[in-house]
């Protein structure tokens, strides 16, 4: 009964005229920063952070996060339909999102991952009414060794997502990793691989990493084809917005196994919600009878990275909440928020804050069904982009993302840094290497480093610390079987590619 008192004492409070109209205000431009590639909701927040100085703790808070999990509903457009993820995490969604626009069902992908991101969200915030307790203590009962383990088990997930070259997979990864080194060493303060670059002292911006290696990538890469008009335009109506029966069969189970994965990174502190939809494609590719079509627009490579994405979005707020330890750089502003309003996160919020706490997941709640509401009816719009021709869509295109690239940190030398990742993610197209485990491993090489380092420290440089409890056992057993089971596929997948070449001749 207390967890419905309490929801009813937040919804009380969200449904005031003032926390509505900027839940409204925040899921709405959220949803905007997110559909235009080059601005996510880190660039948005970080512009309107002095806004909330003028505002109620409850409402700047709600409007906050409202662009935080809206971003995350409209970045999945960019991905569809223009092969750009307007966030980092819908990079995933390229994949598979943008072939099937380029078959004609950009109203399809965009409808299932609306649904899969609304069910996904709510979810993530069932989690956080009824679970937040226990699962802050799990969360918090984890070491370094087990980060590490954890960790080390999404980046090698992350390196099969190259499908039958595991060894490309590994290298992209391994590249990311090496990259996620330049700047100051977080243990000794010294400068390292910046090459004199005293721009490159925080290391390399994500955004400018991102953004160079989906966004510029893509459009050197229409350029070179020549291609004016690379989509396939579709007349879009609401039978066309509506996926069939097989559809629906084929994204339920993806979608609910997308949603627990996402709420379990989500909750994980320093984790955020950028493992989650790599974990999940991995998880279904595996999965299928039919792994080859991964790739070439199988619905369930949208169906569950949304649902994980938004997901972990929601259940982020846990840990930033109840343990004020931010899931990604997004929950760092918000924990800036919070206490620029004289707000301490931490365990006590909850008992300290009821209103604010309690309101926010009402918000949650609300927000959702506004996204709802909004996306659907707007999907025909979005696909109108494809009618843009691309020698007005190129520019435009190049302008945001430099825009977008620019106004994180207020530095030209960032520009530059998406420039040259752009010329290196074309080189990656031509010569078929993936892309997402490059990304994966330069956002979480660096926290895996930090937590390698303090467990060996803790222990005094003896490495069975990370054997030392069963969930760090765990995972480093699950990446070795990931590791072997992926050489074997690609070996025996090259084996029937060379038994098939003979037969051929033969034939």
Known sequence: MEYWSNLATGFQTAFGWEPLLFCFVGVTLGTFVGVLPGIGALAAISMLLPVTFYLDPISALIMLAGIYYGAQYGGSTASILLNTPGTVTQAVTCLDGHPMAKQGRAGVALFTTTITSFIGGSFAILLLMFLAPMLASVALSFGSAEYFAVILFGLVVASTLSGEAPIKGFAMVALGVMLGFVGIDGNSGTMRYQFGFFELSDGLNLVAVAMGLFGIAEILSNLVRKESAPFVIEKVTLRSMLPTRQDVRDSAWPTARGTLIGSFAGILPGTGAAIAPFIAYITEKRLSRTPERFGNGAIEGIASPEASNNAAAQAAFVPTLSLGIPGDAVMAIMLGALMIHGIVPGPQLIAQQPVLFWALIASFWIGNVMLLVLNIPLIGVWVRVLQIPYHVLYPTMLFLICVGVYS?????????????????????????????PLLLGFILGPLMEVHLRRALMISQGDFSTFFSSAVGTGFLIASALVIVFSIRSARLARMARLDAVPEKQEA
């Open 408 to 436: 994180t940190s207020n530095s030209i030398m960032d520009v530059g840094v998406a420039l040259v990742f752009g010329f290196i993610g074309y080189f990656m197209i031509l010569l078929r290497y993936p892309t997402a």
